[in-house]
């Protein structure tokens, strides 16, 4: 019973994070309208994407040194407070503000939860419990403009944020109650220094990127050249900090580890794709396809579930799957069958059609077609890559591996937006310069997004590429580690009343992880 609480506090804490940039996202002209401030509403998104970015490695390395539980709790309870000062903003400095310390503590949600799932539970259930957390993306996709919408169209945008409160809560009463401290055998030393050079560097870097994508600022412009200057001279110390700390924020010689390193590709690269594939491709179908028609926004929904619902059943899955094959056996067909889907996309035209359907309601043709096997192929490397980093790393570093993987991801979509969106303001105006004609026009609007999505396509490639570096597949453990007490082994989740009464006092009668503390006192 303990081990299914933990599970329902995990994944709704996921996925109360994974949804909030969608939802906020939705509602954002509203908010610019209510706040009479239109010109920086952009960054109440990017002030959440610098914060949450800068966030993971840190609370993932805490997790490594300190009680894993209670520094998920305190992840959770920042990005609570965050969101009740958002809810309470008068203007938009206050709720640009108050998104970035949402952003703190949402950024540290993800890579802590997987990391004690890394350390609750043997290979075998890590691998299903990790592609179920996965899919929780997918879902968010799918909910959040929903709710959203749904929101503002019954009271203010304000709840947007207030809505997190009620559920951030049930989830850290549940944490706290059901799971032990997860204190760590021998407690490390966090490394301040290099967590004050990892602000600053990538601080620097994500500013300039959304002045430039969302503020129109040029990459000449002296304030864009100074910040990335700034930027890279913070990268070079930090690099050089981290090789040669003790104990490093950012464990870069795990980087030698095959798998770690191939995860490093993978989660880089599909997180530009993620970031950037429902971006484009909302606004192709809304603004080419359907010229912003009255019927516009339910179609660009209707569009995305056939991306999103796959999505979810192939993270679910793989997880399922990893358990009996190697993981490179899982991951690299899906990124190939997703390579494969993406570059369909480099082919669309102003006529070509949303769906064609066969027998009434089989795909068979249209933009709805390539994105099933897209999302299936994207959501067979969400769990697999995850899974293969907790297996591979040292315990006493798993948070600071995966939390190196989720960061990665993270700049990867960072940069892929604002890159790509440059691109698209760049290139349209080249194509479209001198040109009067309004078929032309759309001609050489439809064009940019074309090169954009083979972008995506190549990114996805690449991703695939990384895959094929991937060795080993999920441990074969029996039902308890001997050499890791706080796991949740199958014959805990099968013990019955009476077999808890006759174990009183020992690892059976615990709660989840208080074997672990116990060890540790």
Known sequence: MASTLVLVGLFFAILMGAMDGLVVA?????IAFDLHQVNGVT???GAYLIASTISIPIFARLSDVASRRNVFLAGLAVFIVGSALAGLSQNLTELIAFRAIQGVGGGGVFPVAIAMVAVLYPPKMRARI?????GAAGIAIVLGPLVGSYIVSVTTWRWVFYINLPFGFMAMLVILFALGPLRPPVPGRFDLPGAGLLSGWVGALMFALVEVSDEGLS?????IVGLLAGAVVLFAIFLRWELSAREPLVPLRLMKRRIIAATSGVMFFT????????????V????????NGPNATSDVRDIIYFLAVPLILGAAGSGQILTRVAYRN??????ALASVAALFLTQLTSSSPLWVFAAGFLPAGGIALPLIPLGFGLGFALAGPTVAVQNEAPREEVGAAIGLTRFLQSLGGALGISLLTAFETSRFAALSKGLTDPAAIQDALVTTYDEIFLILAV?????FVFALFFVGRVPQTPAQDPENPAFISDQAHASTDADSKSSTGSNASLAPGDQEERRST
Request: proline share 6%; hydrophobic share 55%.
């Open 459 to 463: 990114c996805v490639i690449a991703s």
């Open 271 to 282: 997180g530009i794709v993620f970031s950037s594939l429902l971006s484009f491709l909302s």
């Open 284 to 291: 192709f179908v809304g603004i080419v396809l359907l010229q």
């Open 330 to 335: 899982v991951i690299a067909p899906g990124l």
């Open 26 to 30: 939705t509602v954002l002209p509203t």
């Open 130 to 134: 990790t592609g179920v957390l996965s």
């Open 43 to 45: 960054f109440v998104a």
């Open 219 to 223: 990459w000449t412009d002296p304030e």
